[in-house]
C-alpha cells in the first residue's frame, strides 16, 4: 500500500527506499525488518548524547503526566524557568559584555531564528520611536548561510534551487562573502563596508555553515566580525542552532571567539533531540528596547506550543546531564577518534578538502558530475543505506555528525564505507 506521507526535502519521482524504524538508542536506528543502521548524522543535527537517552526519556514520562501544555503568554512553570535559568547560566560570556539575560522560547531552529530577526527589527522600531535613532531594516548575511525554511529564514539563507519557487518573495538582503582560506580580509573589509550603511544586524552560523557545506572558518575572523558589528553598533545574530550543545567542541561555538552575541538562537540539541523546543537568547538591552508602559511596543510574536512544559522538561534533563556528566569529555574522545581516522581517509585519492570541526568531519569526494542535483548524493545514501549507515551527503561533500556516544566500532564501520565509496564513485574508479 502507498503511504499518503509527503515527505520533506524528499523527491517521491524518483521511489528511493525510505526505510522504516520502529526504535532507537544509542547511535543505533532499528528497521521494522529487523535491521540495524548507524544514525552517522544524529537524524539531522539533533540527536546529541544519543537516542531515547533513559534520563531525557524519564523526565518526558513524568512530566507527561502532570502538566503537559500551558498557555505561555502571561503564564509560567517550573521547567520553563529551571530551563531558562540553565541556558543563562550556560550562555558565552566575556569580560566587558553585556551578557545574555533573557529567554524567548520557541519550536524550532526557524521560529528562533524568525524570532531573533524580528527581536533585532523590533528593537531598532522601538528605538526609532523614541527619537534615538533612524530606523533600521537591512539584515547582513554570509554567502553560503542556512538559517531555516520558512520565508523570512530563507531571506537570510543562500539562494538556490532549494528556494527559487519563493525567490521573488525573500526580501532583500546584503550578503557578505564567506571568509574562505586566503580571503579573509576580503570579508572583513566588505562587512566594515556594510556597516557604515547603518543595516539592522548581522547574521551568522558561528565557525561552521552547516547546509552550506559544512565550511568552517576561525575563531579569530568570527571575533572580528562581532568586533567590527559592535564597532558600528549592528546588532550581531548568532545562528548556534547547529553549531550549540557540544558540536563543535565547546557547549557553544562562540564560546571559542570570545564572542557574546546580542542575541542567540538555539534549537536542535537542546533537548538532547528528542522532542521539539528552540529559544531566542537577548540581552537587557534588546529586552528593555520591548519593555514599556506601552503595549503597542511588547514583543508580538508567539506559537501555540512555546514553551512546551513537556518539551522544557526534556530540556531540563538535557541541562542535568550537561552539568553533572563528563559531556566534553565525551566529545573529546570522539572528535579525536574521528580525528585519527579522518586522517587515514584522507590519504585516499578519491578525496580532497577533509575538514573537522569537534565531532563534524566533512571530506569532498572528486566526482565527475557533483553538482547539488546531480544523482551523486542520492546514489551515496543508497550506498551507505546498504550498509547500514544513515548518511546524507551534500552534493559530494560527505560529513558525518555522529552522536556523542558512537564507539570505535561505528566509526571503524562508518569510515571503511566512506572508503568503499572512495573506491565505488571516485574519478578515477
Ligand atoms: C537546522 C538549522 C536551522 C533550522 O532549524 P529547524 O529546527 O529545522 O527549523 C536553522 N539554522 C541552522 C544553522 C540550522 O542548522
Known sequence: MTSPIWHPFTQHGLNETIPHVVRADGASLHLVDG??????????????????????????????????????????HEPAEEVAR????????????????????????????????????????????????????????LEHGYHGDTIGTMSVGERGVYNAAWTPLLF??????????????????ALEAACKEHPAAFIVEPLVLGAGGMLIYSPEILRQMAEICARHDVLFIADEVMTGWGRTGTIFACEQAGVVPDIMAVAKGITGGSVPLAATLATARIFDAHKSQDRARLFYHSSSYTANAISCAAAAANLAIWREEDVLGRIAALEK?????????????????????????????????????????????????????????????????????T???????????????????????
Open 86 to 141: 540553565g541556558l543563562i547560566e550556560l550562555a558565552p560570556r566575556a569580560e566587558g559584555r553585556d551578557p545574555l539575560a533573557h529567554v524567548f522560547f520557541s519550536d524550532s531552529g526557524s521560529t528562533s531564528v524568525e524570532v531573533a530577526l524580528k527581536m533585532a527589527l523590533g528593537y531598532w522600531h522601538n528605538r526609532a520611536l523614541d527619537g534615538l535613532s533612524a530606523p533600521r531594516h537591512r539584515i547582513l548575511v
Open 35 to 76: 535491521g540495524t543502521l548507524i544514525d552517522a548524522i544524529s537524524s539531522w543535527w539533533v540527536t546529541t548524547h544519543g537516542h531515547c537517552h533513559p534520563r531525557i526519556a524519564q523526565a518526558i514520562a513524568q512530566q507527561a503526566g502532570q502538566l503537559d501544555q500551558l498557555i505561555f503568554a502571561s503564564y509560567t
Open 172 to 189: 532583500d538582503v546584503g550578503t557578505i562573502a564567506f571568509p574562505a582560506p586566503g580571503a579573509e580580509q576580503q570579508t572583513l573589509d
Open 337 to 405: 577518534n574521528m580525528s585519527q581516522r579522518l586522517g587515514r581517509l584522507a590519504l585516499h585519492p578519491a578525496f580532497t578538502n577533509a575538514r573537522q570541526l569537534g565531532t563534524i568531519v566533512a571530506i569532498d569526494l572528486i566526482a565527475q558530475d557533483a553538482g547539488y542535483l546531480s544523482d551523486l548524493a542520492p546514489r551515496l545514501r543508497t550506498f551507505f543505506l546498504d550498509r547500514g549507515i544513515l548518511l546524507r551527503p551534500l552534493g559530494n561533500s560527505i560529513y558525518l555528525m555522529p552522536p556523542y556516544c
Open 407 to 429: 564507539d570505535v566500532d561505528q566509526l571503524d564501520h562508518i569510515f571503511a564505507a566512506l572508503s568503499a565509496a572512495g573506491d565505488a564513485f571516485g574519478a578515477s574508479a
